[in-house]
């Protein structure tokens, strides 16, 4: 409805009443809702003047919702499965839509940079992928994974400029073996 409505950071949203017709909700749900967003800082309610969505770009949501959802072992697992495999993906499709003149910027950025993170890799490849679906899960799924306490991971140079080569090759095999010695998954061949 905020997107329908092209609703903004400081707008008014409909009231209760509006809300409950257009959703098809009693007032008493979407009175809960509103609180439940209220407490999240994703919106705030003004005295006398109605309710306004907050900026929430800062919003530390998934930090919040990650003490509910990653609660169990399998669940944490299930976070890094997923972004691996969304990450696989990423670099098919890169395959297909990769140039020469992307390899090349992207292993002299690797080579020169100071300093880059497994981030700021992963965002160019899912650039180069040119899927957005795929960009804004990996997004979260990131933030989910960046909100458990064991994954502080370094990971080698050599192994984003090899997998670089393998990309730039266009061979699925070599760029998913690539991938596979980056994340040091030894039981990469078995499961991928």
Known sequence: MITIDGLKTGDK???ERELSERLNFGRSSVREALRALELLGL?????????FI???RGHQL???LSTFILQDEKAKRDVFETKNYIEMDCLRLALQRVTNQHIDTLKEWVIKANSFTDDEFFHRII????NHLFLRMWLILKEYYYSLDDNHVNYKRENYLGLLVALGEKD???TLTAYGKLRNLSDFNDKY
């Open 62 to 64: 998934v930090q919040l």
């Open 54 to 56: 907050r900026d929430f």
């Open 43 to 51: 919106i705030e309610t003004r005295r006398g003047e109605g309710t």
């Open 127 to 130: 650039e180069i992928s040119d």
């Open 13 to 15: 949203i409909p009231s």
């Open 172 to 174: 699925i095999g070599k």
